[in-house]
């Protein structure tokens, strides 16, 4: 068993990035292009949702848009996934989640004009619609929680603020803490986040599996005061935001409806 740096494992063990963009550069310039759709989409269809045929034609061409926002947002995030400590993956992912954030925020107009359409244009579109049918469903059944379009734009445009206390867990988790080797019966074994919670906790060896939660569990108590400060706000930012909204906390079970997700989130989908 060995903890291996990202550099070192087997190729065809990791992420094949390149069924998303061949290289880097396929993803900034996708994102770009993304940048004047928005533009233009928000130019072609804000102020314009009355009717049920404006509104399964937006639906349609959102779709697309969300699609590529989630391609570059799954290709900058997946690379950091698989390497904390890259200090260029971290600013790359940061910058490309605070674009897409941005995009986010600019089309919280779909929705907002989507639900102040008069209710027989609603009926009619859900009735014509194809492929944004049920998300048409699932956004009335969030009509009475929708705020003004103002405040969702704001609330859009903080999506980024609401995922640093996860970025800072993840980072500390996955970059920062060092984990030693420990030993039994003469023979050291590496040990890492992932080796003790896909391996050593399942150990066969009781002498192992005892001795690796030691080395885990007083290494992590080194870290125990940031881990503290940073884990309870990871569902923080969700209960005012549900509050806002008038929304019941925690929400609904899975079927019923969550009632705090944004539906301007870029990988919301249609």
């Not at 009717?51 to 799954?74: F, K, N, P, W």
């Not at 244009?121 to 014509?128: P, T, V």
């Not at 003790?196 to 150990?203: P, W």
């Not at 030691?214 to 209960?239: E, Q, V």
Request: overall charge negative.
């Amino acid at each position: 068993m060995q903890l291996l740096s990202r550099k070192d494992v087997p190729l065809e063990e990791t992420w094949d990035l390149s069924m998303i963009f061949a290289k880097e550069q396929d993803m900034w310039e996708e994102l770009e292009r993304t940048k004047a759709a928005v533009e233009t989409f928000t130019k072609t269809y804000s102020g314009k949702l009355g009717s049920a045929g404006m509104i399964v034609r937006c639906l349609d061409e959102l779709e697309g848009i969300y699609r590529s926002m989630d391609r570059v947002g799954s290709y900058a995030s997946l690379a950091l996934e698989a390497d904390y400590t890259d200090n260029a993956l971290r600013a790359r992912e940061a910058k490309v989640s605070d674009a897409l954030t941005r995009l986010s925020s600019e089309l919280t107009f779909v929705d907002s004009e989507i639900l102040a359409a008069p209710a027989e244009a609603l009926e009619a579109a859900i009735a014509e619609a194809k492929g944004s049918r049920v998300y048409l469903q699932d956004l009335l059944a969030l009509k009475a929680h929708r705020l003004s379009p103002e405040t969702e734009k704001v609330l859009a445009a903080l999506g980024q603020s609401f995922r640093t206390p996860y970025t800072v867990y993840n980072t500390m988790k996955l970059a920062d803490i060092t984990f030693p080797s420990f030993v039994v019966d003469g023979k050291a074994y590496p040990l890492g986040y992932s080796l003790y919670e896909d391996n050593y906790a399942y150990e066969e060896n009781t002498e192992v599996r005892r001795a690796a939660f030691r080395a885990f569990s007083d290494t992590l108590k080194k870290y125990r005061n940031t881990t503290a400060a940073d884990r309870p706000h990871h569902g923080t930012p969700r209960a005012p935001y549900a509050q806002i909204r008038e929304a019941p906390w925690p929400p609904a079970p899975s079927g019923q409806g969550d009632l705090c997700r944004s539906q301007a989130s870029a990988r919301s989908g249609l």
